[in-house]
């Protein structure tokens, strides 16, 4: 079984600072990591997915993702935040192996200050 | 239409009522998900089709009855609900099981449901 762990239910950042937001996971078996954001009102939008190869992985609107084996962790960064991030950001795991079941975390709900 | 529609956008219903919330996907995808989103707690699968066959039912009340006439609609009848099951319905979809484990999920918008 696996499980993901999103650090922060709310983070808030100055516009133009870094974003940084915390998932670590539980998996038996290599593990498939998603971001996945929700603005208002709408349903969840892909960010970006790590299956294999490259640790770092880019996604839409500026975020990038880690993938980290010894620390079983994918956090979620951007250089700098834009007014447009305040949303809210999933992380979610599948186990691979044939299963095509994702399990999300709780969110993290992103606020801008201007 | 494209991606993944959901009907109604917003449901008020009493605890006596019976009504249906429906899924469509352009996609050409093969799996179908209901999600229950409720403040404060993580995204709760509820049931998983793929190729029109129910693959998972999380111990879901039997007041939420999914129907999957084919692969591209899915629907979630409701039934005498309680006011704790007012809260965001999420249907998304995905090549499924023959598309592999990374495949990604599309979600639609979401039935904002509301239990008096």
């Known amino acids: 079984a696996q499980s993901v762990t999103q650090l922060g239910s709310h983070v808030s950042v100055s516009e133009g600072a870094l974003v940084l937001l915390r998932c670590n996971y539980s998996?038996?078996?290599?593990?498939?990591l998603f971001w996945y954001v929700q603005y208002p009102n709408q349903g969840l939008q892909l960010l970006l997915k790590y299956t294999t190869g490259a640790t770092l992985v880019k996604g839409i609107n500026g975020f990038e993702a880690e993938f980290k084996k010894s620390e079983t962790s994918f956090h979620l960064t951007k250089p700098s935040a834009h007014m447009s991030d305040a949303a809210e950001y999933f992380c979610a795991v599948s186990s691979g192996a044939g299963s095509y079941q994702l399990t999300f975390g709780k969110g993290t709900k992103l606020s801008v200050i201007p | 239409e494209t991606g993944v529609t959901q009907t109604p956008r917003h449901l008020v219903m009493g605890m006596t009522n019976k009504k249906s919330l429906k899924c469509e996907q352009h996609?050409?995808?093969?799996?179908m998900y209901w999600y229950k989103q409720s403040a404060k707690k993580p995204l709760e699968l509820m049931f998983v089709y793929n190729f029109k066959e129910q693959t998972e039912n999380n111990s879901v009340p039997s007041r939420f009855s999914p129907e999957c006439p084919n692969s591209s609609h899915l629907f979630l009848h409701l039934h005498t609900l309680q006011p704790e099951d007012s809260a965001l319905y999420l249907c998304a979809s995905s090549q499924g099981a023959s598309g592999g484990p990374y495949n990604e999920q599309f979600f639609g918008p979401g039935t904002r449901l509301t239990v008096l």
């Open positions: 998996s038996s078996v290599p593990p498939y």
């Open positions: 996609l050409g995808h093969n799996a």
